[in-house]
C-alpha cells in the first residue's frame, strides 16, 4: 500500500517494483482517490530479479491526478517504494509501502 502525498505539479511521480523471487509475479496496480473510490487498475508481470518504474500519469493515464494512494496486489512478496522527482531531477522524495493485508 503506497500513500501519496501529491507531488507539485513539475514533479513525476513513480512506484519501483522489484521481484526478488525465481518465478514471474504477476501483478495489479489498483489506484484509488482520497474518497477511496477506484481511479484505476493497471495489470503486469515482473519477471525473475527484475526491477522496473512506472509513472503514475502512465499507470492511469485518465485519473493520474486524482490519485490519492496507491494498492499493489501479487501472490508472491514484491519490494517496492513510491518516488517522486523534480522536473530538473535536482531534487526527490522517496518511501517505501506498507505491508498490507
Known sequence: ???L??????????????????????????GFDDTGAPAGVFPDTLPPGCQ???ELEKLFPAAAEAVAWLY?????????SLSAFSAGRERLVIYAGLTGD
Request: without cysteine.
Open 1 to 3: 500500500v503506497f500513500p
Open 5 to 30: 502525498a501529491r507531488p507539485a505539479a513539475d514533479w513525476t511521480a513513480t512506484v519501483k517494483l522489484t521481484n526478488p523471487g525465481t518465478e514471474p509475479a504477476p501483478l495489479t496496480v489498483f
Open 52 to 54: 522496473r518504474w512506472y
Open 72 to 80: 499493489v496486489e501479487a501472490p508472491v512478496p514484491l519490494a517496492g
